[in-house]
């Protein structure tokens, strides 16, 4: 009898929109900012440059900056990149905004709450025990393999423990592919 998976199965995790950022306004209560649109502002100082993304409160509007750049030689900077900045280049917006580095200078969290889907083949249930399941992700979208399993394969999360081995430690949330086998029910 061999315990090879005969079935393999694609899952992709992707990005939707971009994901808020918790940030507590300093004007309202509200503890969620939006890039919006995305958009950058740029201030030349001599030779120098600082950069920032603007971000809004979701209640009031107010804008904050964080910084992207501060004090940096114009010369250092790529040209295409410079223009990016200038123009509010949208995928610019995204690749600084999940810059885990940009989070840790300016204190923020990304919150995921509904900036992503999972693409899932149906699971053939019937037949061919066990299925093995490779999960990939597009974008670095943390997510906790458990709650992942359970969402995908809608079980629970008893069912997902009893029944799915993984590669991975399954209650820590990640942003690398890894993959899980499940087992028929016996
Ligand atoms: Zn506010």
Redesign the pocket.
Known sequence: MSSQPHIVLPWVVHRTRLPLLSWR?V??P?ESATTGAGRFRVNANGKLLDVWLLVR?V??D?TSKLTVYERTPVSSFDPVELHGYHVNDSRLVASTLLDPALARRNRFALDWTDAWRLDAPPTPLDEAWPVRVEVAFRDPVPVRPDRLVARGLGLSRPEVQRRVKCDVPMRRSRIAGFTFTLMSVR
Do not use: F
């Open positions: 306004c004007d309202c509200s409160c209640r009031c107010r």
